[in-house]
């Protein structure tokens, strides 16, 4: 038929449009025409139906389906165009978000950590996120070396998100030169970015409480901060039945090394090994130290070396009067004082993976051995030398949000009720328009006092509403002010537990 033809040629129209279209023209080109395209390609066959059918009338019968499935394309097509605009809703692989519920148990996790820090007297620091990518590529064989998020900014700066907040601290210390006051205890709450393979409790955002001493090189400084550690522990709940740290130094695998004859240049290296040592079998240890270069007697020595979990193992390791090992028994006698020594565990295993680690490191553990590592630190002297500055004693730690998240959650111990609501003090409703005034000026008076207020904005609202409302968002009172207690000058106080409702003078609220 001629509609037929007529058709025929607007497609072939359309279908040439797209076909001479350049490889630059044509995604947006495709998008602008797509549902015009389909509806024309819809029409066709349904016109092709017809023809096929002997006509439109009601003998055939062809028209009205087609029809219907010419608009279903021309539907979906649209559906299709609009899931293509759309953004991705989730944040990047790795990473969270922290809508207000959740961020109720980040701040309350936060305000843990602080509050720990400030009780031990250490003050508060923090440094861009974004640093000189030299800042740490300290030594090659390191794990860190590739998972950072690294690339040349527009100014063809090599920079880097960092991935842990101890080399920001250094630096820092190198900036303040002489002027920094030592002894030095400094606090940080920082969110740091790590590309790397994704497990419970490991994701490649998060934050890390840190907590360093800086110009005090006896174990002093070690104990103190293990002390923070365990009282951060207790003030949520947790037991030394639930959580041990794991205690060593770096001093002991080195002496062991020294006396197999392997030469120093490779002991980060092997630390790097031996930091894996929970993570891969006995076999791919043997063999990772034998490409690190010990021949096979040195590689036994490791071997028995990281098997020894007592000081009394250490000194027949050793020896009694080896320094290493009479800094090993002070730091248990400090523990002792302090009453965490039910908290610690000798394993001289425990060497931490990053090179700049000196003497004694230490590591946070589940007991269930259900989580990866908790936290963890030791003494790192000679970091600032490492950046061109100046031989400093240092000591700290690191200690993730994510792991102690799980580990509270399993235990029942996140206050999950507490932080259901936001907690405000007071709801303030005006039920008429006319009362607004007088419902902020009674907001402002309650604020001006300390407490949290939170005014209803809407006009319309119902009392039932306000009271939902006033539950949802945790609150102790209801305030309420209609006409009558605007022309006497009073507000409606009901106290939500106890279900008590009085009248006060707006200028005695309190």
């Given at each position: 038929?001629?509609?037929?033809?007529?058709?025929?040629?607007?497609?072939?129209?359309?279908?040439?449009?797209?076909?001479?279209?350049?490889?630059?023209?044509?995604?947006?080109?495709?998008?602008?025409?797509?549902?015009?395209?389909?509806?024309?390609?819809?029409?066709?066959?349904?016109?092709?139906?017809?023809?096929?059918?002997?006509?439109?009338?009601?003998?055939?019968?062809?028209?009205?389906?087609?029809?219907?499935?010419?608009?279903?394309?021309?539907?979906?097509?649209?559906?299709?165009?609009?899931?293509?605009?759309?953004?991705?809703?989730?944040?990047?692989?790795?990473?969270?978000?922290?809508?207000?519920?959740?961020?109720?148990?980040?701040?309350?996790?936060?305000?843990?950590?602080?509050?720990?820090?400030?009780?031990?007297?250490?003050?508060?620091?923090?440094?861009?996120?974004?640093?000189?990518?030299?800042?740490?590529?300290?030594?090659?064989?390191?794990?860190?070396?590739?998972?950072?998020?690294?690339?040349?900014?527009?100014?063809?700066?090599?920079?880097?998100?960092?991935?842990?907040?101890?080399?920001?601290?250094?630096?820092?210390?190198?900036?303040?030169?002489?002027?920094?006051?030592?002894?030095?205890?400094?606090?940080?709450?920082?969110?740091?970015?790590?590309?790397?393979?994704?497990?419970?409790?490991?994701?490649?955002?998060?934050?890390?409480?840190?907590?360093?001493?800086?110009?005090?090189?006896?174990?002093?400084?070690?104990?103190?901060?293990?002390?923070?550690?365990?009282?951060?522990?207790?003030?949520?709940?947790?037991?030394?039945?639930?959580?041990?740290?794991?205690?060593?130094?770096?001093?002991?695998?080195?002496?062991?090394?020294?006396?197999?004859?392997?030469?120093?240049e490779i002991f980060a290296n092997v630390c790097v090994v031996v930091d894996k040592i929970e993570k891969l079998p006995r076999e791919k240890i043997i063999e990772e130290l034998r490409e690190v270069g010990l021949n096979e007697e040195a590689t036994q020595s490791v071997l028995t070396c990281m098997e020894t979990n007592s000081l009394e193992g250490l000194k027949s390791l050793l020896g009694e009067e080896d320094e290493c090992a009479k800094e090993m028994e002070k730091l248990f006698v400090l523990?002792?004082?302090?009453?965490?020594?039910?908290?610690?565990?000798?394993?001289?295993?425990?060497?931490?993976?990053?090179?700049?680690?000196?003497?004694?490191?230490?590591?946070?553990?589940?007991?269930?051995?259900?989580?990866?590592?908790?936290?963890?630190?030791?003494?790192?002297?000679?970091?600032?030398?490492?950046?061109?500055?100046?031989?400093?004693?240092?000591?700290?730690?690191?200690?993730?949000?994510?792991?102690?998240?799980?580990?509270?959650?399993?235990?029942?111990?996140?206050?999950?009720?507490?932080?259901?609501?936001?907690?405000?003090?007071?709801?303030?409703?005006?039920?008429?328009?006319?009362?607004?005034?007088?419902?902020?000026?009674?907001?402002?008076?309650?604020?001006?006092?300390?407490?949290?207020?939170?005014?209803?904005?809407?006009?319309?609202?119902?009392?039932?509403?306000?009271?939902?409302?006033?539950?949802?968002?945790?609150?102790?009172?209801?305030?309420?002010?209609?006409?009558?207690?605007?022309?006497?000058?009073?507000?409606?106080?009901?106290?939500?537990?106890?279900?008590?409702?009085?009248?006060?003078?707006?200028?005695?609220?309190?």
């Amino acid at each position: 038929s001629k509609h037929w033809i007529k058709e025929t040629k607007m497609l072939s129209s359309v279908s040439s449009k797209f076909l001479f279209r350049t490889h630059h023209q044509w995604p947006n080109y495709y998008r602008r025409h797509h549902a015009q395209y389909v509806l024309k390609r819809t029409t066709l066959r349904a016109l092709s139906s017809t023809a096929e059918g002997g006509g439109g009338g009601n003998g055939g019968g062809g028209r009205s389906v087609t029809t219907q499935t010419a608009n279903v394309d021309a539907k979906k097509s649209n559906a299709q165009q609009q899931q293509q605009s759309q953004i991705e809703l989730n944040p990047p692989k790795g990473t969270r978000d922290f809508p207000p519920e959740e961020m109720r148990k980040r701040n309350w996790l936060f305000d843990s950590f602080r509050q720990t820090a400030l009780l031990f007297g250490f003050e508060e620091f923090d440094a861009p996120v974004l640093e000189s990518e030299a800042l740490f590529t300290r030594k090659a064989g390191e794990e860190i070396q590739g998972q950072l998020y690294n690339f040349s900014d527009k100014g063809d700066r090599r920079v880097s998100l960092r991935p842990e907040l101890t080399p920001s601290l250094a630096r820092l210390i190198m900036q303040k030169g002489k002027s920094l006051a030592v002894p030095a205890k400094w606090f940080a709450i920082g969110q740091c970015w790590r590309y790397e393979r994704m497990t419970r409790g490991r994701r490649r955002e998060h934050y890390q409480w840190n907590m360093d001493i800086v110009g005090v090189e006896g174990v002093e400084a070690e104990v103190e901060l293990l002390s923070a550690i365990c009282h951060f522990f207790a003030s949520v709940g947790i037991t030394s039945e639930d959580v041990g740290i794991k205690v060593n130094s770096r001093k002991v695998l080195a002496r062991v090394m020294e006396q197999a004859g392997v030469p120093e240049e490779i002991f980060a290296n092997v630390c790097v090994v031996v930091d894996k040592i929970e993570k891969l079998p006995r076999e791919k240890i043997i063999e990772e130290l034998r490409e690190v270069g010990l021949n096979e007697e040195a590689t036994q020595s490791v071997l028995t070396c990281m098997e020894t979990n007592s000081l009394e193992g250490l000194k027949s390791l050793l020896g009694e009067e080896d320094e290493c090992a009479k800094e090993m028994e002070k730091l248990f006698v400090l523990a002792r004082a302090y009453g965490i020594e039910d908290w610690l565990v000798f394993d001289a295993s425990v060497v931490r993976g990053l090179a700049y680690y000196t003497g004694v490191v230490f590591e946070g553990f589940d007991r269930r051995g259900e989580l990866r590592a908790i936290c963890g630190g030791g003494r790192y002297d000679g970091l600032i030398s490492t950046l061109g500055g100046e031989y400093t004693p240092m000591v700290g730690f690191g200690f993730g949000d994510a792991v102690i998240v799980e580990l509270l959650k399993d235990r029942g111990l996140m206050p999950e009720e507490a932080l259901k609501t936001m907690n405000v003090d007071d709801v303030v409703f005006s039920m008429d328009e006319s009362c607004r005034e007088t419902a902020m000026r009674a907001a402002s008076v309650l604020r001006k006092n300390g407490r949290r207020v939170d005014v209803v904005l809407e006009d319309g609202k119902k009392s039932k509403w306000t009271f939902k409302h006033a539950e949802r968002v945790g609150a102790k009172r209801l305030l309420t002010i209609g006409k009558k207690e605007q022309e006497e000058g009073i507000v409606k106080v009901k106290n939500l537990e106890t279900r008590e409702e009085v009248d006060v003078s707006l200028d005695k609220l309190a």
